[in-house]
């Protein structure tokens, strides 16, 4: 699942449902909150599946893997539109961070072997910003 944002930073591109934790916040009650709020939909969170840090932007991102409890889903108030993509569909021109498609591309690499191990990575790079998107 992939979902629009509505918001700047990268207003009108994709990305997976993510933000910053809450104060008291447990890392994975923070990212069930973020599906909600940024898809309305509800998940059965399974183990940790990535934790990537970003030293130039002072963050670290940190992704479970999550099954859908069911097909109610729709955009929150931070997206624009929600939707399930295949991997030959995922609108890879136009996610929102690099390390959207990081974890993407670990994730169909994982898919074909059927192992999920966590994965753990550095970005410490600045890339171009692409054109905004009209939205």
């Known amino acids: 699942m992939l979902c629009k944002r509505a918001i700047?930073?990268?207003r009108g591109y994709w990305t997976l449902p993510a933000g910053f934790l809450e104060a008291g916040e447990t890392i994975a009650d923070g990212a069930s909150r973020e599906t909600l709020e940024e898809a309305c939909a509800q998940v059965e969170l399974q183990e940790l599946y990535s934790v990537v840090d970003i030293p130039h932007i002072n963050q670290v991102y940190m992704f479970y893997r999550a099954v859908l409890k069911d097909l109610n889903f729709a955009?929150?108030?931070e997206s624009l539109e929600t939707a399930l993509f295949t991997e030959q569909d995922i609108p890879w021109?136009?996610?929102?961070?690099?390390?959207?498609?990081?974890?993407?591309?670990?994730?169909f690499a994982d898919r074909k072997t059927g192992n999920y191990s966590l994965k753990t990575a550095k970005l410490d790079f600045r890339r171009p910003t692409p054109p905004a998107i009209s939205t």
């Not at 021109?93 to 591309?105: D, Q, T, Y």
């Open 8 to 10: 700047e930073p990268r």
């Open 75 to 77: 955009p929150g108030i």
């Open 93 to 107: 021109n136009i996610l929102a961070f690099p390390v959207i498609g990081l974890i993407l591309e670990y994730f």
